[in-house]
């Protein structure tokens, strides 16, 4: 519709025109019909506008304009037909006022809605503009009140949701107070466990120093009781002489003497003597296995000189060796043929006999050396010795850095032989199984020892980490009869699992915690039958033959059949680092009550040719009812090759489980109490 198309209605309805007549002059009228002009002008332009934005298919931009302040150019009143509005808006909220209804105000907007009615009823012209804007409000008050119906059933559960949420977090403010003080408590009493463990390592380091002190006192008075019997033996030989002397010159004084005298004081010398006598017997046979420490010191220096000697004649036989194979192949070249004369088993040895027990450690240890020498002569074991001189290489040859060589092994060229003894070895297998120890308490998913040692030699020694490991696995090779050298050669080679050692070590750790805490006295020794006593307590499952085992064992190595046993001098180990004969049985019982046990489920498990985790968890119950879950999860991890939260509903050999739990430290579940 175009602008100049559109027929304006008059502002004013023909009915209110005579409210419109007035009495005043010409020129009121004038002033009216130029304001009326005006109004018309602004009313098209508006029109206009509102036609574009309504008929256009395109949401146009809302736009709010200030009205124009119009100009009053004289008093202008209402139309009778607004008056009649106002009056009947005015008479209808009066009248809802007075009531006391709660729609109140849907009340007053339907009042105000028939009033725009009646007004759009008498604009015919602007009826569809206005009748579109009242649809719209309509239809957007309706769409309203649905969604506050549909709000309101929410009100009161918002409130309930409300109260739930306040509930639980005062609910949950009151546990985490409870929990608060829980851990409170457990930290004081982990505090006061940590002050009592300290009291108690500062009672064992007095006990320790008091211990030395003793030794050194005992040791004194030994060397003191030592010299005061051999003055004491000087004495009596003197005494003797000088009696026989005297007693030839002073036959007539002692004839002249009163007998009674004498005889009371050859009684007193009697006694005297039969004393002297008996702590001249008490100290040969107490003393008789005692060195003296200068003497101990002579021989020490002396060994260390011989083995100097021996390095140095080592080096000398090998040159003259490399000189007398020269000149053999020279004397070859040069006559052919020779004569023999003699015999070598004309020969007699007039010369003394050589230690050969020196040559242990080039032969691989004491037992090997006597195997080799054993009903051997001198040449013979001359030729043993330079036979395996020779075949024992300076250098080793690096397997390369294939993944089918070991991690510690990948090296590559010559390596340094650096001939480790026995002592030496045990030294280095102990260092590494303190730091493995460490290591795992360190990390949650512990390496292998095969990487471990690979990291710990470069580690210790650097550039020379290879020489170590070849050195050491070739010295390992050689003293594989030594328990600990076996068994950690087993460990690395994936033989017998990491955590037998790791049991041993608990073991002989828990019997040494019971026998301290049976030592009331603290004097480092038990009674006969204080020891048995915390032996059954150590060991509840042992029988009593094993327990007489090993007190019997107790008693042969320390040589005592006394009443007291010093379970401290158990704890000792010889001149090669290892335990000795008690320490011994204790960890080849343990051995046996493994295999004992794992012969027990392999009974338990008889006609079964697979076993998956569920059947081994009631085999494990069946044969050992105290045994606590997480050794049993331990148990059934180690079986099955897994992580114990991994643990699936897989099936494997019956001999390969079992084959896995033998060689793992899996014990039986003491008795609970």
């Known amino acids: 519709m175009a602008v100049k198309d559109l027929q304006l209605p008059p502002l004013l309805h023909s009915r209110s025109s005579s409210q419109f007549e007035s009495n005043d002059d010409n020129n009121r009228g004038l002033q009216r019909h130029i304001a009326n002009k005006m109004s018309r002008a602004k009313l098209i332009k508006q029109t206009k506008e509102k036609e574009k934005s309504y008929f256009s298919s395109e949401p146009a931009e809302v736009t709010f304009q200030k009205p124009r302040q119009i100009r009053n150019y004289g008093s202008l009143a209402k139309p009778r037909f607004l008056e009649q509005l106002e009056c009947l808006l005015k008479r209808e909220l009066e009248v809802l006022d007075n009531t006391q209804d709660s729609k109140v105000q849907e009340l007053r907007l339907q009042v105000y809605q028939e009033v725009f009615g009646h007004l759009i009823e008498e604009f015919k012209t602007y009826k569809p503009i206005l009748s579109a804007i009242k649809k719209e409000y309509d239809i957007t008050l309706a769409h309203l009140r649905d969604q506050i119906r549909d709000l309101l059933p929410l009100r009161p559960k918002l409130v309930l949701v409300s109260e739930q949420c306040d509930k639980k977090i005062l609910e949950m403010r009151v546990q985490e107070r409870e929990e608060v003080r829980a851990l409170k408590q457990e930290c004081r009493h982990l505090q006061s466990v940590i002050e009592s463990m300290r009291?108690?390592?500062?009672?064992?380091?007095?006990?320790?120093?008091?211990?030395?002190?003793?030794?050194?006192?005992?040791?004194?008075?030994?060397?003191?009781?030592?010299?005061?019997?051999?003055l004491l033996i000087t004495r009596i030989s003197t005494m003797q002489s000088t009696q026989d002397a005297e007693h030839d010159d002073n036959n007539e004084e002692d004839e002249s003497e009163d007998p009674v005298v004498v005889k009371m004081a050859l009684q007193v010398c009697r006694e005297d003597l039969t004393k002297a006598q008996i702590e001249l017997n008490r100290l040969q046979a107490e003393y008789s296995d005692v060195v003296p420490r200068r003497d101990w010191d002579n021989l020490n220096h002396l060994h260390e000189e011989t083995l100097m000697k021996l390095e140095t004649l080592q080096t000398d036989f090998n040159q003259v060796k490399s000189e007398y194979d020269t000149l053999l192949e020279v004397h070859q070249?040069?006559?052919?043929?020779?004569?023999?004369?003699?015999?070598?088993s004309q020969h007699i040895a007039t010369t003394p006999r050589p230690n050969w027990e020196q040559c242990s450690?080039?032969?691989?240890?004491?037992?090997?050396?006597?195997?080799?020498?054993?009903?051997?002569?001198?040449?013979?074991?001359?030729?043993?010795?330079?036979?395996?001189?020779?075949?024992?290489?300076?250098?080793f040859t690096g397997l390369g850095t294939s993944s089918d060589v070991p991690i510690y092994l990948r090296y590559e060229g010559k390596l340094k032989n650096l001939k480790l003894k026995k002592a030496d070895v045990i030294k280095v297998i102990k260092e590494i199984w303190r730091n493995k120890m460490a290591d795992n308490e360190k990390n949650d998913d512990p390496r292998d020892l095969q990487t471990f040692l690979h990291s710990y030699l470069v580690e210790q020694y650097k550039d020379k980490a290879?020489?170590?490991?070849?050195?050491?696995?070739?010295?390992?090779?050689?003293?594989?009869?030594?328990?600990?050298?076996?068994l950690f050669n087993d460990v690395l080679t994936g033989k017998v699992d990491e955590s037998i050692y790791h049991g041993q070590t608990q073991l002989l750790s828990h019997l040494l915690k019971v026998l301290i805490q049976s030592d009331i006295t603290q004097c480092g020794s038990l009674t006969v039958s204080e020891f048995s006593e915390a032996l059954r307590k150590a060991f509840p499952?042992?029988?009593?033959?094993d327990i007489e085992e090993l007190l019997a064992a107790a008693q042969t190595e320390l040589e005592s059949s006394g009443v007291r046993i010093s379970y401290q001098t158990l704890y000792t180990e010889d001149t090669d680092g290892q335990h000795k004969e008690f320490l011994s049985?204790?960890?080849?019982?343990?051995?046996?009550?493994?295999?004992?046990?794992?012969?027990?489920?392999r009974a338990q498990l008889e006609g079964k040719g697979e076993v998956d985790a569920e059947?081994?968890?009631?085999?494990?119950?069946?044969?050992?009812?105290?045994?606590?879950?997480?050794?049993?999860e331990w148990n059934l991890s180690v079986a099955f090759q897994t992580k114990e939260s991994e643990l699936q509903a897989q099936a494997l050999e019956k001999e390969v489980v079992l084959q896995r739990l033998s060689v793992a430290h899996v014990k039986r579940a003491g008795p609970k109490g």
Not at 541 to 545: H, R
Not at 585 to 601: D, F, H, M, P
């Open 541 to 545: 499952l042992k029988s009593d033959q």
């Open 361 to 395: 450690d080039i032969l691989g240890g004491t037992e090997r050396c006597k195997e080799l020498f054993e009903g051997q002569s001198s040449q013979k074991r001359l030729e043993i010795l330079m036979k395996e001189i020779n075949s024992q290489n300076q250098f």
């Open 199 to 230: 009291s108690q390592q500062s009672a064992l380091q007095i006990q320790v120093d008091h211990l030395k002190e003793d030794l050194a006192t005992q040791y004194q008075l030994y060397r003191d009781e030592r010299d005061a019997r051999k």
């Open 333 to 344: 070249k040069s006559a052919p043929t020779t004569q023999q004369h003699g015999s070598d």
């Open 585 to 601: 049985l204790v960890k080849k019982q343990a051995t046996a009550e493994r295999l004992q046990y794992i012969s027990e489920l």
């Open 466 to 486: 290879g020489e170590w490991a070849y050195s050491l696995m070739e010295s390992v090779q050689n003293n594989l009869k030594d328990d600990l050298i076996c």
């Open 615 to 632: 059947q081994l968890w009631v085999a494990f119950k069946t044969i050992d009812p105290s045994l606590e879950p997480e050794n049993l």
